[in-house]
């Protein structure tokens, strides 16, 4: 007897005839047959409930000659317990290690067919011609292969999360930025004096079709990286599981994961952007906020020494670059500014600012502080006195997020108006040409008296009309 027959003799020595598995606390009936206890017991249970068929209590058929054993003459048989216990670890040839065709242990593997063979098929002419090396070898080799292939599908999965994480709080941000602008649309229809229900509802539809085609965009992007991240998941486990597996069971079982894994295709997808199209605009707002209208002009006393402001009715200069003279203590030293004349400690006022901007540096409108510091550098934010927008053409100068930092618009509007509202301690930005709400400053009160602000970026960076006085800085 062969070392392959003898070893297939053990496994059956040493299976359960109930359960098909090896033995598990075996025992021994009357009748010289072996089963595991459990199953054996199990076994005369199911026997017990059928009616008719017992006539002597206690007393049960062998399942393999049904001769009749008593239940409690049950002996453990603990030569076959050592004989499962060997065949356990020791469990020999199995019939997928052995040629199906000449019936020899695979030894070999074919490179050209990408199988394992036995050494009768080596001399085969089928096989005579090609690359064959020993299975050990190739084992090694697809185990390195193996290695590289689950590092890199690890590398891919760690890059689908990533880009699920980037989705996921795409999707919160322009969740949050829809928020805000629904929340800004409602309270500028309040602000009108007659509420224009139909085209509330207009804006708000677009808003909310917007909102659900951004996100059902980013749901779908998020749903694909979710499939893609699944298939890498799947895959990798297929490739771990191979990997951990008999070296011929993984070389038979290795051809379809890597085929799956060479046809892969991952997909990236292009980060989808959220700017909001849809613009919060008030039929009429602004010709209602027009009866509250100021004739706003710079004070040419508080001007930045090369500020110029020309003032066209009266063909004059309001002021002249510094001739050596002792500056004013209310005059702006640290950046090409100015403030109206007039300070505003109550009601509603609403003023228009042209701009022609020709370069990329920061320009800025609002209100102030009646004693912000003029002498000094600081940033231009409510904390520091200033309720202001910053205008720039193109995205060089867009300042990083921040709770300090003055809003930016990079498309700036040719004519900018701009409504205080003291009592309610708001200052609205609006387009004058267009009618559309820019951004609203709030705050429970404002901390002392406001006044037109006026900021303007460097030389040649253009010009800024308030009423009739035309403002640039001088090169």
Same mark, same amino acid.
């Given at each position: 007897?062969?070392?392959?027959?003898?070893?297939? &003799?053990?496994?059956?020595?040493?299976?359960?005839?109930?359960?098909?598995? @090896?033995?598990? %606390?075996?025992?021994?009936?009357?009748?010289?047959?072996?089963?595991?206890? !459990?199953?054996?017991?199990?076994?005369?249970?199911?026997?017990?409930? +059928?009616?008719?068929?017992? &006539?002597?209590?206690?007393?049960?058929?062998?399942?393999?000659?049904?001769?009749?054993?008593?239940?409690?003459?049950?002996?453990?048989?603990?030569?076959?317990?050592?004989?499962?216990?060997?065949?356990?670890?020791?469990?020999?040839?199995?019939?997928?290690?052995?040629?199906?065709?000449?019936? *020899?242990?695979?030894?070999?593997?074919? &490179?050209?067919?990408?199988?394992?063979?036995?050494?009768?098929?080596?001399?085969?002419?089928?096989?005579?011609?090609?690359?064959?090396?020993?299975?050990?070898?190739?084992?090694?080799?697809?185990?390195?292969?193996?290695?590289? %292939?689950?590092?890199?599908?690890?590398?891919?999965?760690?890059?689908?999360? +990533?880009?699920?994480?980037?989705?996921?709080?795409?999707?919160?941000?322009?969740?949050?930025?829809?928020?805000?602008?629904?929340?800004?649309?409602?309270? =500028?229809?309040?602000?009108?004096?007659?509420?224009?229900?139909?085209? &509330?509802?207009?804006?708000?539809?677009?808003?909310?079709?917007? =909102?659900?085609?951004?996100?059902?965009?980013?749901?779908?992007?998020?749903?694909?990286?979710?499939?893609?991240?699944?298939?890498?998941? #799947?895959?990798?486990?297929?490739?771990?599981?191979?990997?951990?597996? =008999?070296?011929?069971?993984?070389?038979?079982?290795?051809? !379809?994961?890597?085929?799956?894994?060479?046809?892969?295709?991952?997909?990236?997808?292009?980060?989808?952007?959220?700017?909001?199209?849809?613009?919060?605009?008030?039929?009429?707002?602004?010709?209602?906020?027009?009866?509250?209208?100021?004739?706003?002009?710079?004070?040419?006393?508080?001007?930045?020494? @090369?500020?110029?402001?020309?003032?066209?009715?009266?063909?004059?200069?309001?002021?002249?670059?510094?001739?050596?003279?002792?500056?004013?203590?209310?005059?702006?030293?640290?950046?090409?500014?100015?403030?109206?004349?007039?300070?505003?400690?109550?009601?509603?006022?609403?003023?228009?600012?042209?701009?022609?901007?020709?370069?990329?540096?920061?320009?800025?409108?609002?209100?102030?502080?009646?004693?912000?510091?003029?002498?000094?550098?600081?940033?231009?934010?409510?904390?520091?006195?200033?309720?202001?927008?910053?205008?720039?053409?193109?995205?060089?100068?867009?300042?990083?997020?921040?709770?300090?930092?003055?809003?930016?618009?990079?498309?700036?509007?040719?004519?900018?108006?701009?409504?205080?509202?003291? *009592?309610?301690?708001?200052?609205?930005?609006?387009?004058?040409?267009?009618?559309?709400?820019?951004? #609203?400053?709030?705050?429970?009160?404002?901390?002392?008296?406001?006044?037109?602000?006026?900021?303007?970026?460097?030389?040649?960076?253009?010009?800024?009309?308030?009423?009739?006085?035309?403002?640039?800085?001088?090169?």
């Amino acid at each position: 007897m062969d070392a392959v027959e003898l070893s297939r &003799k053990l496994q059956e020595e040493a299976t359960c005839s109930i359960c098909l598995d @090896y033995f598990t %606390d075996p025992v021994m009936t009357t009748c010289g047959h072996n089963f595991c206890r !459990e199953c054996i017991r199990m076994t005369w249970e199911k026997a017990k409930g +059928k009616k008719g068929r017992r &006539k002597h209590r206690g007393v049960f058929p062998c399942p393999e000659c049904r001769e009749l054993s008593p239940q409690r003459n049950l002996r453990p048989n603990r030569l076959l317990t050592k004989v499962a216990e060997m065949a356990r670890q020791h469990p020999g040839f199995q019939s997928q290690d052995l040629c199906q065709v000449h019936q *020899e242990v695979l030894k070999l593997f074919c &490179k050209d067919d990408q199988s394992p063979i036995c050494v009768v098929c080596r001399e085969s002419q089928e096989h005579r011609t090609h690359r064959v090396v020993p299975v050990e070898e190739a084992v090694q080799e697809h185990k390195l292969k193996l290695e590289g %292939d689950m590092r890199h599908l690890q590398e891919e999965m760690m890059k689908t999360q +990533k880009l699920q994480i980037r989705e996921q709080q795409t999707l919160a941000e322009w969740q949050e930025k829809v928020k805000k602008r629904r929340w800004r649309i409602m309270m =500028e229809f309040k602000k009108m004096a007659v509420l224009l229900v139909e085209e &509330k509802q207009h804006l708000l539809q677009a808003l909310r079709q917007e =909102e659900e085609d951004i996100a059902a965009r980013l749901l779908e992007s998020m749903a694909a990286l979710e499939q893609q991240s699944c298939s890498l998941k #799947t895959l990798l486990l297929r490739l771990e599981d191979c990997s951990k597996r =008999e070296p011929l069971q993984m070389l038979q079982d290795i051809k !379809e994961p890597l085929d799956r894994k060479n046809s892969l295709s991952v997909q990236y997808p292009e980060a989808i952007p959220i700017a909001l199209r849809t613009i919060c605009r008030v039929p009429g707002q602004i010709e209602v906020l027009k009866s509250f209208q100021e004739n706003v002009v710079p004070d040419p006393a508080t001007a930045y020494p @090369y500020l110029l402001l020309y003032e066209s009715r009266q063909r004059r200069y309001l002021s002249t670059p510094p001739d050596g003279t002792p500056c004013s203590k209310d005059r702006f030293l640290a950046y090409p500014c100015a403030v109206g004349h007039q300070t505003f400690s109550s009601g509603r006022h609403y003023w228009e600012v042209g701009m022609n901007l020709t370069g990329d540096a920061l320009w800025a409108l609002g209100v102030c502080r009646d004693n912000v510091s003029r002498k000094n550098r600081v940033l231009k934010s409510p904390e520091n006195g200033f309720w202001v927008v910053q205008l720039c053409k193109g995205k060089k100068y867009v300042p990083p997020v921040s709770t300090l930092t003055p809003i930016t618009l990079t498309e700036p509007p040719s004519h900018m108006g701009i409504f205080l509202d003291f *009592e309610a301690g708001e200052v609205s930005f609006y387009n004058a040409s267009g009618g559309s709400h820019l951004h #609203t400053y709030a705050q429970p009160a404002f901390p002392g008296p406001l006044q037109p602000f006026f900021c303007l970026g460097a030389p040649k960076s253009g010009q800024m009309v308030i009423s009739t006085v035309t403002l640039w800085v001088k090169g």
